[in-house]
């Protein structure tokens, strides 16, 4: 079993919407810390979100008031909402968690989700 699953991207025009979820599976989301992680061509990973245990949200500067992220641990699924998505955002949305916040490196990542803007 895949501990987390993404899905949600597309193609979608500037100023467009888009809703990414991702499928939790084999260890205890609810007490996790959930983070959205994205890779643009050519670049490394970029953070872009994060969500603690208690649902106390996170965001890159770049995507605060447009992106929220969010959790429903009753279906083990974390969603980021994308609004006025720009070029810029295109890039390859991973999801990630961590039971320890402080840890170096995450527990589990997804295999991604690919969010195309363009007009």
């Known amino acids: 079993q895949v501990p987390l699953v993404e899905s949600g991207g597309g193609l979608v025009q500037?100023?467009?919407s888009l809703r990414l979820s991702c499928v939790a599976s084999g260890f205890i989301f609810s007490a996790s810390w959930m983070h959205w992680?994205?890779?643009a061509p050519g670049k490394g990973p970029e953070w872009v979100s994060a969500i603690n245990p208690g649902g106390k949200t996170y965001y890159e500067e770049s995507v605060?008031?447009?992106f929220t992220i969010s959790r429903d641990n009753g279906k083990d699924t974390l969603y980021l909402q994308m609004n006025s998505l720009k070029s810029e955002d295109t890039?390859?949305?991973y999801c990630a968690s961590k039971a320890?916040?402080?840890a170096p490196q995450?527990?589990?990542r997804g295999q991604g989700?690919?969010?195309t803007v363009s007009s």
């Open 37 to 39: 992680v994205r890779q």
């Open 113 to 115: 989700t690919q969010v």
């Open 14 to 16: 500037p100023g467009g």
């Open 100 to 102: 320890d916040p402080n």
């Open 64 to 66: 605060k008031g447009r």
């Open 91 to 93: 890039a390859v949305y």
């Open 106 to 108: 995450y527990d589990y």
